[in-house]
């Protein structure tokens, strides 16, 4: 656990945000190994099939997050100002709801995975692949939220190694999983959805034995009720909607441009797979430093000390920003290097340029996604979550109504860039709302 409430405002955030950062580097590795093996061993076709269930993993992801994200906002202040009876109550109602999510996540995505799919108008040479691997990763959805509850608990109490150690477990098990179900067992994409739940459901145990280890810290002292308190519920559940309604509708709108990518045909879709995958880990370490940003807000929030916040934002925005840069560079100087990893150049030369292409808009548009997180980070973490998702709205709005203009004119060169004037315009609320100081009353513990 890690008081964030004193002592060096940097190292903290370092510190913090290190761990988050190799967590998602190995948690995008295994994803990177699956979508490399899927490639290799069962071809463009079964890569293109898999690829088209990104955004609907994306999807349950996001309210899975958003509802432990909650959670975790309430958590973080309750830590800070020592309230431990309320930091017991709402990590047992964030649990219950959780468990909920993930029932629901499971049936819904089973009858309807098949119908999704088909309205985002994935090609018939792709379906079938698509529908195995997307109904195991719902029907199994339960390791996914498992994970997502137990390290948003010990994120938000500044743990952020126990979820790093849990996902490198992970992804070693992910691997060995790929390689013996594709290889050995010839089980077909099958092979790669149930070595990614099988090790998401590893991680999940590996926080939850740790969290029941630390308990006495989490305001567990053997007495009391185990049963969700409805104030508590209430208010998670409150907190949590803005956060994943906005997270959902920016997955929908995802999705909506995928459909978009698809009926481009198989070739662009690989492409845009291959170099997403790569797209997703990179900017990762934005990500991470605005994660603990959002903690080292919520924390300080809880004590009141707005000033360590403000400090804490300025040379949070100096880390991404200079992250940014360099991730931009070596974006656009390795882009069909990184991207030829994936794809074969002979077999595939239209995938190939495709990703490369739109590694390069993206690398670039780093530097735009450094300023909008830095400071939408701040305002999460203040509990402030309606501008965020006013925000989201934003964002979403400026992605699907700028790539649906540019595609018939540009092709998909008019979707890549639709990336960063997307998060041009979600920049402005929160950099508008945090210069108001409303932010500051939006306090939850």
């Not at 699956?34 to 996001?62: H, K, N, Q, W």
């Not at 959805?141 to 477990?169: C, E, W």
């Not at 190939?352 to 590694?359: D, F, I, R, S």
């Amino acid at each position: 656990m890690k008081d964030m409430t004193k002592g060096s405002i940097t190292g903290a955030i370092i510190s913090f945000s290190v761990p988050m950062l190799i967590s998602s580097i190995f948690q995008q590795l295994y994803s990177l190994v699956d979508t490399y093996i899927v490639s290799r061993y069962l071809g463009p076709e079964a890569l293109a099939g898999v690829g088209a269930t990104g955004l609907l993993t994306f999807l349950m992801l996001c309210i899975a997050l958003g509802m432990g994200a909650g959670g975790g906002l309430i958590i973080a202040q309750c830590y800070g100002s020592k309230n431990y009876e309320k930091l017991r109550d709402t990590i047992i109602s964030t649990g219950y709801i959780m468990l909920v999510l993930a029932a629901v996540m499971s049936f819904a995505g089973f009858v309807y995975s098949r119908k999704c799919l088909i309205f985002l108008k994935v090609p018939e040479n792709v379906l079938d692949y698509s529908v195995t691997y997307i109904r195991i990763i719902f029907v199994f959805s339960i390791g996914t939220v498992l994970y997502n509850l137990t390290s948003s608990i010990l994120r938000s109490v500044g743990d952020s190694k126990t979820p790093l150690y849990a996902l490198i477990a992970a992804s070693f098990i992910n691997i060995g999983l790929d390689l013996f179900f594709i290889l050995e067992l010839k089980m077909g994409v099958a092979g790669a959805a149930y070595a990614t739940v099988i090790s998401q459901l590893v991680s999940g145990i590996i926080c939850l034995i740790v969290i029941i280890r630390k308990r006495a810290e989490l305001g567990f002292n053997g007495s009391g009720r185990l049963l969700p308190d409805a104030k508590n519920s209430l208010l998670i559940v409150k907190t949590s909607l803005p956060s994943t309604f906005q997270s959902c509708l920016i997955a929908l709108g995802g999705i909506s441009v995928q459909r978009l990518i698809n009926s481009f045909g198989s070739d662009v879709m690989a492409g845009y797979v291959a170099a997403n995958k790569v797209d997703s880990l990179a900017i990762q370490v934005i990500l991470s430093v605005g994660n603990a940003l959002c903690v080292f807000t919520g924390q300080n929030m809880g004590t009141g000390n707005l000033d360590r916040i403000k400090t804490a934002l300025k040379e949070s925005r100096i880390i991404m920003f200079f992250s940014a840069v360099i991730i931009a560079i070596c974006a656009y100087v390795f882009r069909f290097s990184i991207v030829g990893i994936f794809l074969d150049a002979d077999a595939n030369p239209l995938a190939l340029n495709t990703g490369a292409e739109y590694l390069s808009i993206v690398g670039v548009a780093y530097l735009i996604c450094a300023v909008m997180q830095s400071y939408q980070n701040v305002i999460k973490g203040a509990g402030d979550v309606g501008t965020c998702m006013v925000a989201g709205l934003t964002e979403l709005a400026g992605k699907i109504i700028f790539a649906y203009i540019t595609a018939p004119i540009l092709g998909p060169l008019g979707i890549w860039i639709s990336t960063p004037f997307s998060w041009a315009c979600g920049c402005v609320i929160p950099v508008v709302r945090y210069y108001s100081g409303k932010w500051k009353t939006k306090t939850l513990a």
